[in-house]
C-alpha cells in the first residue's frame, strides 16, 4: 500500500486512497519508453496510459458522484493545461516507499472520446453507504518527478566560463533542472548567444583560438585584442596571403576526449575587412599524431557585413568510436580576397553524448528599457519543474522587482542532467565586444554567476 | 538520440515569438528540395482561444524547426486551418519555405542588351530637331544612319537623325553603361554623337550629350566603352552643324553605322586592362597576353585601343593568361602597341542575383536576408538579359541552368536562414551512409538528354542555332543519342553553347525514380548523425546495396534531391536526383563505363 496516491490539482488533492472517499483497488504503474519522436519540449519519454480502478464512496448518491466529479475534474484540467490553457498542472503523486514522487498527467488516454471514467454506481443498502467503482483512464508523461534538490551554486567568472553546478541529490535518468544565470554588472540589454549544458565533465569546452598561432603557416598570428574583451585577451588573425586558397592554422589539442561521435561548434569571428573580402571558415577535427583530418563541419560563410564579433555555429564534427585524448583541433580559412583579416577569438565545442547534453539559442537582444543598479541585477531564468508546467519556460528576470521579460529558447527545454552534476556555459558576444559586456557600446565585461535546482527523475518508482 | 527539435513560430522572421508550438505538436513533416526549404505540414493540439488566434492572425506568420545548434527548417504560415484531428479540434498549418518570397512581387530590369531592336527613330513630335524622314535608318543587325542624295541638312532648321532606346518603364535601373563600334563615312561638317535623355521618352528632361564624332571625309573607325550617368533613354545621332545644304552624295554612299553594340545598366562590373608581351597585328584568331584576365570569358566583345586605332574584339577563348580575339582588322601600322587598353563591360549572375535580393528586401523586407554572401558568379559574361514583368523564381531558375564558363551546373535556393543561395552545384554538399528499409526505385530514360544543342536569335533577329555538344561516354552506355533543344534569350553562339553544355551535363545519365526511406544516417567516419542533416544536394550511400553493377551502383549512390522528414518518428525519404556514380564515368575514355563499380 503507497503512502500516497492522488491527483494534485488546480482546486485541492484528490486522494485515491483517503479510505473515506476514495480507495484504489488496483493498479500497477506503468513504465514509460523512450520517446521516438524527434521534437522536443516534453523530456526524452514517451507519454502512457495508466488505468485505475477506485473505488468511491459516499454517504449519499450525490456525495458519490460529487467524489467522482473531483476525479474528473482532475482529468479535465489535466487536458486544458496540456493544451497551453491557463491552468495548473495536474499532478499524480505517488509515495510507493519513501520517495514522493510526482508525474504530469497529460489528460484522457489517446484516442478517447469519454470523459476517462466507467461509471457504476451501487447502493450497499447493508453497509447503508452508496459506492461505485470508477475505472480511471489517463495519460500521463513517462517522468517521475522528485521535489527539487537544494540550489547548487557556482561562482562569479568573467565569460564565457563553464560553470560547474554540483546537486545535492542525483537523478537516476536525466531529470528536469531549473537554472539561473546571473550577471554580477549592472546591463540593460541580454545579448543573443547560446547556452551550452552537459552533465558530464568536458562535455563542453572552450578553446582560445590564439594558442593556433604558434607553429601555424604565413598568415596566422596572434593579435591583443582585451579593449574589446577578446577572451584570454588576444585573438587568432587569419590573413589569407592568396585568394580562394585554403590555409590551415596548428592543431591543439582537445576535444578532450571526443569520446561519443558527434559534437556541435560554434566561434566567436569578426570580419576584420578593409577591402571587403568574404571569409569561409570550417572547424576540423584532427589526430593528433599523424595531423590526418578526421572530420570538418561544413564551410560556414562570413561576409563582409560582419565587421563586429559575432558568434556562429559550424554545424558538427564527427568521430566514429570513442578516442580518449588523441584528437585536436584546427581551423582551415579561404577569403575571395586576400590581405584582409579573419579575427577568431574563441571557439565552443559541445558533446553531443545524449539528452543531457543541448545546446539553447537564446533568440533577439532584448531591450529592457533601463540599467538595474549594481547588486540588483538581472538574471536568466529557465525552469524546468515538468510536474508544474505543461513546458518549461525561460524568461528574463529583475532581481529587484522580480518583473519578468520574453526570453526566447530557439531549442527544447527543459535543461536536463543525469546523476548530480550539470555544467553550464553561455556564448554571446555583445556589440563590439567579443564577450558579455554590461553594454553592447562600452566595453566593461560581466561576470555572471549560476545556480540550478535538480528535480530528480526515474521511470521507475521508487 | 539526443538530438531534439523545437518549432517556434514568430509574427515574422525577426519578430516576436507568438508560440512556442514544441510541446503541442501531434504531427509535423517538413520537405526540402532543390530550392531549398519547401513545406512544412503540423497539427497543433491548441487551446481553442489559441486557435483562432493563429488562424486570424493578420500578417504572415515565420515558423521555425530548430536543434539548436542551426535552423533546420524555415517558412512562412501560408495556410493555417482549424480542423479535427485525431485528439479533437486542433490546428493544421503549412508553411512553405522563403523561396516563396520570389514569387511575391514581379522584376523588370534590363541588365545587358545587344538587340538592335531595341532602338527605334526619334519623331519630330518627341524633339523638334528631329527629321528622321530626312534619312534612311535602319537597325538590322546595325544601327545605319544614311542621309539621301539631295536632301537640305544643316541647323536653320536643324535636321537631325537621332535613334532611341528606352529603359522599360518603372523598371529598376537605368541605363548606365555602353560599349559599341562606330564606323562614320561623311562628307567634313557632320557629328556623331550618343547621349541621353533624362525624363522617360525622348525629349523628356534634359539632354546630355555624351560625346561626340567629327567626320573627316574618310571611313573612321572608333570604339566606345563608356560608363554615364543613369538616364533611361540613350540615343545615337547624326547631324550637320552648318548652314543648310543638298546632301551631294547618292543613297547609301555616306552612313554612321554602330556595330557591337552593347547597352546596359549601371550596376555591372569591368574588364579594365592592357596589353603586354607584344603588339597586337591584324589577323584572325589573334592571341593576345592582358595584363589581367579578371572578368574575362569566352564569347565577350572588348574595346582594344591604343596607337590611335580602336576597335571592338571578340573573345574566341580563354587560356590562363592569354586570350584568342577571333579577329583583329583595324590595328594601326606596328599593330597595337604593347600597352593598349583592353576593356568592356561585364554582367554576370551574381549581380543581378544579388540585384533580386535587393529587390524583394525593399518591398517585403522580412522575407530574405539581405546578405548576398552565398551568391557566385557564373564566371561568364552575360551578354543578353532582359526581363519585363519576370517572376524572380523562373528567372533565378534560369541563370542557374546557363551553367559556368565550362558547362558546370548551378543551384539555386534560399535556405533556412532566409539567404538566397547561387553557387555551383555541390558546393557545401556533405557524404552521408544511410541505412533504407523501404527502397523503390526506376530507371528511366525520360529524362535522357546526352546531346543538345542551343537555339538563340542573332543581333538581326536571325534565328540561330549552335553547334550540337555531346556527352561520349553516355551515348557508348547507353547506346542512343537523345538530344535536347534549349531556348536561350541571348544572341551570342558561344553563350548558348554553354547552356547546351550545361543541360547535358544535368541530363546524361537518366534520373533514377524513386524514393528510399532512411531509417539511420551516418557520417563518412561513421559516427550516427540525426536523419534531417541530410540536404538536398548532399550524396548518399546506401549501406545495404553492394557495390556491383554501375547500374547497381547507380542505385546505391547519389545525389539528394528532394528530403521529406517526420519528425514524429525520425525518418527521411530521400529522392534521387542523379547518381553521383556519374561524376567517375565521365573521368573514363568511352566504352569502359560497364566496369565501373563503387
Given amino acids: ?462 | 538520440m539526443y538530438h531534439r527539435l523545437s518549432m517556434l513560430i514568430y509574427s515574422a522572421p525577426g519578430g516576436s515569438l507568438l508560440l512556442d508550438a514544441t510541446p503541442y505538436v501531434l504531427k509535423c513533416n517538413f520537405s526540402q528540395g532543390e530550392r531549398g526549404c519547401e513545406r512544412l505540414t503540423a497539427d497543433l493540439s491548441l487551446a481553442l482561444w489559441q486557435l483562432y488566434w493563429l488562424y486570424d492572425m493578420a500578417g504572415v506568420a515565420h515558423v521555425v524547426v530548430s536543434d539548436g545548434i542551426s535552423d533546420i527548417w524555415a517558412g512562412r504560415l501560408e495556410d493555417p486551418g482549424i480542423s479535427l484531428n485525431d485528439s479533437g479540434v486542433g490546428l493544421r498549418i503549412t508553411a512553405l519555405g522563403y523561396w516563396r518570397a520570389l514569387s511575391d512581387i514581379q522584376y523588370t530590369s534590363v541588365w545587358s542588351t545587344t538587340d538592335f531592336r531595341a532602338f527605334r527613330p526619334v519623331t519630330r513630335d518627341e524633339v523638334a530637331t528631329a527629321q528622321p524622314e530626312a534619312f534612311t535608318i535602319d537597325t538590322n543587325g546595325r544601327i545605319n544612319i544614311a542621309p539621301q542624295l539631295n536632301a537640305s541638312y544643316g541647323n536653320s532648321p536643324w535636321t537631325v537623325a537621332e535613334v532611341a532606346a528606352i529603359y522599360p518603364d518603372k523598371g529598376r535601373g537605368s541605363w548606365g553603361y555602353v560599349q559599341f563600334e562606330v564606323e562614320l563615312y561623311m562628307p567634313a561638317g557632320w557629328t556623331f554623337r550618343f547621349g541621353t535623355w533624362s525624363g522617360s521618352a525622348p525629349g523628356a528632361g534634359a539632354f546630355t550629350e555624351i560625346t561626340t564624332l567629327a567626320s573627316t571625309g574618310g571611313v573612321q573607325r572608333v570604339a566606345y566603352v563608356w560608363a554615364f550617368s543613369a538616364a533611361p533613354v540613350f540615343i545615337f545621332g547624326l547631324y550637320r552643324n552648318s548652314a543648310n545644304a543638298a546632301h551631294p552624295n547618292q543613297n547609301g554612299v555616306n552612313y554612321a553605322r554602330v556595330n557591337y553594340f552593347r547597352l546596359c545598366n549601371g550596376y555591372n562590373r569591368a574588364v579594365a586592362t592592357t596589353t603586354t608581351t607584344a603588339a597586337v597585328g591584324n589577323g584572325t584568331n589573334v592571341t593576345i597576353t592582358p595584363a589581367s584576365m579578371t572578368n574575362i570569358s569566352a564569347g565577350q566583345r572588348l574595346r582594344l585601343a591604343g596607337g590611335g586605332a580602336s576597335e571592338m574584339i571578340t573573345v574566341a577563348s580563354v587560356g590562363t593568361t592569354t586570350i584568342t580575339a577571333t579577329r583583329v582588322r583595324n590595328a594601326p601600322g606596328g599593330g597595337y602597341p604593347i600597352g593598349s587598353t583592353m576593356d568592356g563591360v561585364v554582367v554576370d549572375a551574381d549581380l543581378i542575383a544579388s540585384d533580386i535580393v535587393s529587390a524583394v528586401t525593399a518591398t517585403n523586407s522580412a522575407q530574405l536576408d539581405s546578405g548576398t554572401a552565398l551568391i557566385q558568379a557564373l564566371g561568364r559574361d552575360l551578354s543578353d538579359e532582359s526581363y519585363e514583368d519576370a517572376s524572380m523564381a523562373d528567372l533565378l531558375t534560369s541563370l542557374a541552368q546557363r551553367g559556368s564558363s565550362t558547362g558546370g551546373l548551378y543551384e539555386v535556393g534560399v535556405d533556412a536562414a532566409r539567404r538566397l543561395y547561387f553557387r555551383p552545384q555541390g558546393s557545401f554538399a556533405q557524404t552521408w551512409h544511410v541505412e533504407a528499409d523501404d527502397i523503390s526505385i526506376t530507371r528511366s530514360a525520360d529524362q535522357l538528354y546526352n546531346s543538345a544543342y542551343g537555339l538563340y536569335t542573332d543581333a538581326s533577329g536571325r534565328k540561330q542555332r549552335t553547334a550540337a555538344v555531346a556527352d561520349a561516354n553516355s551515348k557508348t552506355r547507353y547506346a542512343i543519342t537523345r538530344q535536347a533543344v534549349v531556348n536561350t534569350k541571348t544572341t551570342n553562339d558561344t553563350q548558348a553553347q554553354a547552356a547546351a553544355q550545361a543541360r547535358v551535363t544535368d541530363g546524361a545519365d537518366p534520373t533514377p525514380r524513386g524514393t528510399f526511406r532512411l531509417t539511420a544516417v551516418y557520417a563518412q567516419n561513421g559516427a550516427r548523425m540525426p536523419a534531417y542533416v541530410i540536404r538536398p544536394g548532399d550524396t548518399v550511400v546506401v549501406i545495404g546495396i553492394p557495390a556491383g553493377s554501375a547500374a547497381i551502383s547507380r542505385a546505391r549512390q547519389f545525389v539528394v534531391a528532394h528530403t521529406a522528414y517526420d519528425a514524429m518518428d525520425g525518418s527521411i525519404d530521400v529522392e534521387p536526383k542523379y547518381p553521383a556514380a556519374t561524376q567517375l564515368l565521365r573521368a573514363l575514355p568511352a566504352g569502359t563505363s560497364s566496369t565501373i563499380s563503387l
Fill in chain 1, 1 to 462: 500500500m503507497p503512502t500516497t496516491l492522488q491527483f494534485n490539482t488546480p482546486s485541492g488533492a484528490v486522494n485515491l486512497i483517503d479510505g473515506t472517499n476514495f480507495a484504489a483497488e488496483e493498479w500497477t504503474p506503468s513504465v514509460a519508453g523512450w520517446r521516438r519522436s524527434s521534437m522536443g519540449g516534453v523530456g526524452p519519454f514517451g507519454e502512457i496510459d495508466e488505468e485505475i480502478k477506485v473505488l468511491v464512496t459516499g454517504a449519499t448518491a450525490a456525495a458519490v458522484y460529487a467524489n467522482v466529479k473531483k476525479i474528473n475534474d482532475a482529468l479535465l484540467d489535466a487536458e486544458r493545461c496540456t493544451r497551453g490553457e491557463s491552468v495548473t498542472a495536474v499532478q499524480l503523486s505517488y509515495q510507493p516507499a519513501s520517495t514522493l514522487q510526482a508525474a504530469h498527467v497529460v489528460g484522457r488516454t489517446d484516442r478517447d472520446t469519454t470523459s476517462g471514467l466507467g461509471l457504476d454506481a451501487t447502493y450497499d443498502a447493508a453497509a447503508q453507504r452508496y459506492w461505485t467503482r470508477v475505472t480511471v483512464g489517463f495519460r500521463r508523461r513517462g517522468w517521475w518527478i522528485q521535489s527539487g534538490s537544494a540550489p547548487a551554486n557556482a561562482g562569479a567568472a568573467s565569460q564565457p566560463s563553464v560553470f560547474a553546478l554540483t546537486f545535492a541529490s542525483s537523478s537516476d535518468v536525466a531529470g528536469p533542472v531549473d537554472l539561473y544565470l546571473r550577471p554580477q554588472n549592472t546591463i540593460n540589454t541580454w545579448p543573443t548567444g547560446v547556452l551550452l549544458y552537459g552533465s558530464q565533465a568536458g562535455d563542453i569546452s572552450i578553446f582560445e583560438a590564439e594558442s593556433m598561432a604558434s607553429g601555424s603557416p604565413l598568415g596566422w598570428s596572434s593579435v591583443a585584442d582585451g579593449t574589446y574583451l577578446a577572451r584570454g585577451g588576444s585573438v587568432l588573425r587569419c590573413i589569407p596571403s592568396l585568394p580562394n586558397t585554403a590555409t590551415t592554422c596548428n592543431k591543439i589539442a582537445g576535444p578532450s576526449p571526443m569520446y561519443y561521435g558527434v559534437g556541435a561548434v560554434w566561434a566567436a569571428v569578426r570580419n576584420n575587412t578593409t577591402h571587403n573580402a568574404t571569409f569561409q571558415m570550417r572547424i576540423n577535427l584532427v589526430q593528433t599524431n599523424t595531423g590526418r583530418i578526421i572530420s570538418s563541419t561544413p564551410w560556414a560563410v562570413i561576409p563582409p557585413s560582419m565587421n563586429t564579433p559575432t558568434l556562429i555555429s559550424l554545424g558538427m564534427l564527427t568521430h566514429s568510436r570513442a578516442t580518449a585524448g588523441n584528437v585536436s583541433i584546427s581551423v582551415t580559412v579561404s577569403a575571395d580576397i586576400s590581405a584582409d583579416a579573419l579575427d577568431i577569438d574563441y571557439i565552443g565545442i559541445l558533446q553531443l553524448r545524449d539528452e543531457t547534453c543541448g545546446a539553447v539559442p537564446l533568440d533577439g537582444v532584448l531591450t529592457l528599457g533601463m540599467s538595474q543598479s549594481v547588486g540588483t541585477p538581472l538574471q536568466a531564468v529557465f525552469e524546468g519543474d515538468m510536474r508544474v508546467y505543461s513546458r518549461a519556460l525561460s524568461y528574463i528576470q529583475s532581481q529587484s522587482d522580480l518583473t519578468t521579460s520574453p526570453l526566447v529558447a530557439k531549442a527544447p527545454l527543459p535543461i536536463l542532467a543525469k546523476g548530480n552534476t550539470l555544467y553550464v556555459c553561455y556564448l554571446a558576444t555583445h556589440g563590439t565586444n567579443w564577450t558579455f559586456a554590461q553594454d553592447p557600446n562600452s566595453h566593461v565585461a560581466v561576470t555572471m554567476a549560476a545556480s540550478g535546482i535538480l528535480y530528480p527523475a526515474g521511470i521507475v518508482p521508487k
